[in-house]
């Protein structure tokens, strides 16, 4: 099942794709007042009542009539995974081992914007590059969650483009946050892909084009952690909740490792395609010129 969040006539919605363009309002059904965002649904582990009761419904508005939001649109924690795709360390090339651990970052809610909105280049930088990832959305709580369990825990799968502002994350000596975000500087969607959908033990291909020319292609089972041990790893430290989001990581590929740099531009397309889930599409935009 693909669930999204929405806007329509300046009302939030959130509900299952039912087809290629007619969706099915799920806000408002439910136990009492019904939930009123998918993070509500999750959290009530209402999932599988919400598939049964989509089958039923007459769909309410059209794709494209619509506009979408990431598809958790106010997650608590949205975790990045950085390095994770097996030729990057090596990209690096700075004679390093693979790491140990994983390498990770907090993103904020409000540094993404959903399928078809603009990519915002800020004043303060010509240096906005793409990051395609494939991202995890937690659909059960839990701490010290062990490898095997992890995929018990997953609500479903979303594509993610990890938008950069590649000077910025070079101002801390430790970290990376300031230039991972920047507001409306990434995308996530354009839905959610419902966990049932997918085989745990079968590779996923993430593609990502700029303006149709495809810049990063590689498969999770190349991943040095992959979501089993990102879940494990990750709550140790922080109890997952439902709606939080785990990003996986970006193939080799990135902009800044052209020569020269191939950062995006005003007027550029950024295409990110997953399969099993769809294609997340965002032009790209000066911050002030789309205000």
Known sequence: MKLLSYTHQGRTHFGALRGQDQIVALDGHGPGQGFATLRDALEANALPALAELADTLTPTHKLNAVRLLPPIPSPEKIICVGVNYGKRNEEYQDGSAPPAYPSVFPRFPGSFVGHGEPLLRPPESEQLDYEGEIAIIIGKAGRRIAAEDAWSHIAGLTC?????????????????????????????????????????????????RVNGELRQQDATDNLMFPFAELIRYISIWTTLQPGDVISTGTPIGAGVRFTPPRFLKPGDVVEVEVGGIGVLSNPVADEFAAH
């Open 160 to 208: 993610l483009n990890e938008g950069t502002v590649r000077d910025w994350i070079k101002h801390g000596k430790f970290n990376v946050t300031q230039g991972k975000n920047f507001d409306a500087s990434g995308s996530m969607g354009p839905w959610m892909v419902t966990a049932d959908e997918f085989d745990p033990a079968a590779p996923l291909t993430v593609n990502t």
